[in-house]
Structures are given as structure tokens and as C-alpha cells.
């Protein structure tokens, strides 16, 4: 070891002053970068967000906003409207004027002829709302309202398969085949669906359309954020939320303009089929091909992503675009062929896995125990938009203060204030009648800020934790248990017959705990995605902070030495 050179003339260190130990490792830092080729030496030559992320975002942006569109189209397609039973008379007759909804129960499922009561066979339909709906086209009504749960059901069901099922697809055979094969299912689902000739067609479409919604959100989403630098993964991967809202403002705008189900369905679903035109040039994630060993498309993209920003090209990138050279030279460690049980068998991914799951989950439960509560603020439309608008400030606060506070602690005070007011939102009087409306209505948009904010935490938050191989499986595996979640939901708000507070404190508690087991998390916040399992379990750990010491804490050692 050199010695360290200090100027007899004053102890002020000048540029002679040097570290032995930071050239070594600087010097061994530039040597890799020059001959490996890694994520890290990668993100040196393209940047943190050259002009290729930023396009790339910016396109990502509307298949983010197809999954709200694709999946939640329900809302309206399955709007009840009023109906009562049809009589003798004619129902064109000018002297027949329909009552919709009324409070007798033998006028809707039930009529009384000739002095029997006979089930209802016929119903008139209240057409001011939608001209026609999937409940009233089918007839989802009386003793086949049951038919409406049960779709909702399967729907749910749809994102729970596709949320693990593609999450797994896109590991094991990359972003963009994950990409191809979520919007060919979300697409081909929308345009069946239109055109169902009968319930259980409309069923099994709509399936299919959750499952490629779902599909397609986490593989954009992981997209997203393995093309863009640490310094602005936060900032990508909280506002990758902002255009679900916008989804479901979309839904709004059509539905008030497009008032039959078949014509508002087609509308929303032939545009997803211009997604596929994506493929011709959105490129396969370089990690994940790093971590299959297929090197040599690596580079490839590398250099045609470094080309587009205009980016000075390091000496091992010399021969990317000319002579292939080994790749076994370029590539710093054998890449690791993981599977999703990985996440389960490793005992620090296990118990971070465990965690996280039960975040998601309890974010799902919070969030509809909220919708369940939620005031009506008006008419379907106004009441939609309010809630789905709600949804973008709160993406803001994620954005301005998630680096500063860091991950673990946001998304505790998200959960935490999504479960105090759900619990607020179950144990407060019902009357009086029009002050408890307003405060019921704060409170619900109140949790719907903390519950957006803790689903949009959770998304960076479990892609940050785990790492490249099996990244897009854990987030695919805990949005599987949020869809358990949403299907529990039901469950647990069937307890209202004992006591009509119970639901929300059961949904509101949860929350609270969650969002106190987030602690237990390490934090991410600024720090590199982790590539391969050692790098992941390294995160909070002791030895992530043994390294080279910062130049300025040894400088004053030595001075306080001299």
C-alpha cells in the first residue's frame, strides 16, 4: 500500500492527497465496466432516462390504462336499471304507465292474476339511465340476480389467474412475449364480450378480458421500470399508476355518451389491438436477458437503445454492433435460472414474500370496504369519476415524498389511514341523516387517497425487493392474493348480519396491521434493482453497508490522526 501524501505546508488536503483503497476500487470498477457487460455498465451507457425511456414511457402509458378500461367496463355494462313486471295489458298501450323499482315486492318478481301470485316472466326496463345493459338484455334479474355476484366472481377470479399466471410467463419467456400474450387475451376478450350471444358466453369473454388486463399491467409495469436509472424509479413507477385513473375516468366519458352495452364494448376493445404494433419496436428487457445469459441480444439492444440517445459508447461496446466476442468474457456471473418457488424456499424472500402479500391483500379488503361504505355522491357518473379522480392526488404524494420518507414508512401511514377510516366509515351514526352524508363521503375519499397510495407503493415496493429473475412472478404472485382479497371481500361483508359495523372494523383492522408488518420491511429507496438473490437479500442487511468509506468521513479521521 502506497503511503498517503499530506503537504507539510498546511493540513488543509490539496489534490495530492489520495485514497489507496478508493483508486483500487474505482480502478476496479472502471475495468468491469469496460469488460462486463452487467445492468449497471448498461445503465452508464443508455442513462437514468435518455429520450428512449422517456418515448418508451410515454407508450407504456396507454396499455397501463387499458387494464381499468378492459376490466372495469362492468361498471356500467352491468348497471341494474329499474324494471317491474309486465301485465296484461299492452305494454305500447298509451294508458299502461310502468312504475320502476317500487317498493312491492309482487310488482318486479312477483304478480297476482286472477287471485294467484305467479313468479314474473316479463319485464319493462327503465331505459332513461342505458338504453340496454347486460342485466337487462339478459334478464340478470329476480331469482337469476344471483348470476351478477357469480360474474363478478369469475371476473375476479380472471385477474387472480392472470395477475400469477403471466406474472410467471414473463419470467420465464420474457417482457415482450408476456406482452403479446396479455394484449391478444385483453383484446380478443373485449371484442367477444360485445358480441356474447348469451350469459354464459358474456362470462367466459369477460374471463378472459381480466385476465389479460391484469396480464398487461404488470408486465408494462415491470417494463417501465427496468428500463429507467434508481434516481428516477420512484417517479416512474408511481405515476405508471396515473394513466389507471385516467382509464377510469375514460370509462365515464364513453359510458355518458354510449348508452348500449354492445356498441359502449366494442368502442373500448378494438383499440387494444394497436397495442400489437408495439412489438415492432419495443425492445425485450436487457436485464432480463442478462439474467437468461442471452448476452448477445443484450448487447444488441444496448447499442440500438445507446444509438436513439445519442450516448458515447464504453470500450466493451465496441464490438456490438461489428465482431461478436465471447460472451462468456462480457458477462460477469453465470445468469441464475430461478423459478417462483424460489420466492417461497429462500427464507429471507419467503418472509418478504409473506409480507407483501398480506400488504396487497389487505390493501384489496381496505379498498372495498371502502367502495362498500362509500356515499353516494350523486348520479353513476359523477359518483365514478369523483373516487377514480381521487385516486391521482394521491400518486402525487406518493411521487413527492416517497423518496424522502422512503418506502416502508408511506406506505404504513397509506395503510394505516385506509384502515382508520374504513373503521370510521362502519361505527359512525347514521343520523343525523345529511351531516353524516358528507362526513361519510370525507371519509371515503379519504381512504380511497391511502388505499391508491398503498397500491401504487406495493407495485415499486415488491419489484424493488425481489430480484431481475423472478420479479415480474412476485409481483404476479401478491396481486394474485390482492384478487383473493377482492373475492373474501364479499365474505367479510356478509358479517353485517350480525352487526352492521363488523365488516368495516375486520377490513379497517387489517389494513392497520398491515401496514404495521411493512416495517418489518427493509428499505429500497434509492437503491440499484437487485439482479440476482444475493444482491436482493443484501438490501437492509449488515453487510450492504460494509464498503469503501466516503471520501469527506475518512478525510476527517485523518486529520483528527494528524
Known sequence: MSLINIPAKSLALSAEFTLPEEDEQKSLTSASSK???????????????????????????FPAAAMAVGVYASVYMEYTPHYHCVPDVDPKDPSFQPVYNPTDANLTCWIHEHGEITQCSKWVFDTSVFTSTVISEFEIICASSYLKTFS????????????????????????????????????????????????????????????????LFITTFVIALEFVGTEYRTLCGIAIEIPFALGELYIVFLAYFIRDWRTYQLVIGIPFFLFLLYLVKIPESIRWLLSKGRVAEAKKTVCEIAQFNGSEKPLWTED????????????????????????????????????????????????????LNSARLGDPFSSFALTAAMEIPSYIFCMLFLDRFGRKSILAFSQILAGTTCILAGVIPQEPEEEMFYLRTALSLMGKFGA????????????????????NSAVGLCSTFARIGG?????????????????????????????????????????????????????????????????EETKDKLLQSC
Request: charged share 15%; proline share 6%.
Open 487 to 551: 373475492m373474501l371481500a364479499p365474505v367479510v361483508t356478509g358479517l353485517a348480519v350480525y352487526a352492521s359495523s363488523i365488516p368495516f372494523i375486520v377490513m379497517g383492522s387489517s389494513c392497520c396491521i398491515g401496514g404495521l408488518t411493512a416495517l418489518l420491511l427493509p428499505e429500497t429507496a434509492g437503491k440499484p434493482l437487485p439482479d440476482t438473490i444475493e444482491e436482493a437479500c443484501r438490501i437492509g442487511s449488515k453487510t450492504e453497508k460494509i464498503g469503501v468509506p466516503r471520501i
Open 35 to 61: 469488460t462486463k457487460l452487467t445492468p449497471q455498465s448498461v445503465q452508464d451507457v443508455i442513462g437514468e432516462f435518455g429520450l428512449f425511456q422517456k418515448l418508451l414511457y410515454f407508450l407504456l402509458w
Open 152 to 215: 363478478t366472481t369469475i371476473y375476479m377470479s380472471g385477474m387472480l389467474f392472470g395477475s400469477f399466471f403471466f406474472g410467471w410467463f414473463g419470467d420465464k419467456f420474457g417482457r415482450k412475449a408476456a406482452f403479446a400474450i396479455t394484449t391478444l387475451s385483453l383484446s380478443t376478450g373485449s371484442v367477444f364480450t360485445a358480441i356474447s350471444p348469451n350469459f354464459p358466453s358474456y362470462v367466459v369473454a369477460r374471463f378472459l378480458t381480466s385476465c389479460g388486463g391484469m396480464g
Open 452 to 471: 391508491s397510495a398503498g397500491f401504487a407503493i406495493v407495485f415499486v415496493f415488491t419489484a424493488e425487493l425481489f430480484p431481475t429473475p423472478v420479479r
Open 320 to 371: 456490438i454492433c461489428g465482431e461478436e466476442e465471447e460472451e462468456e468474457s462480457l458477462l460477469g456471473d453465470e445468469p441464475e435460472n430461478l423459478g417462483i418457488c424460489s420466492l417461497l424456499s429462500h427464507p429471507i424472500l419467503r418472509m418478504r414474500t409473506l409480507i407483501m402479500a398480506l400488504n396487497w391483500v389487505v390493501a384489496t379488503l381496505g379498498y372495498y370496504g371502502l367502495s
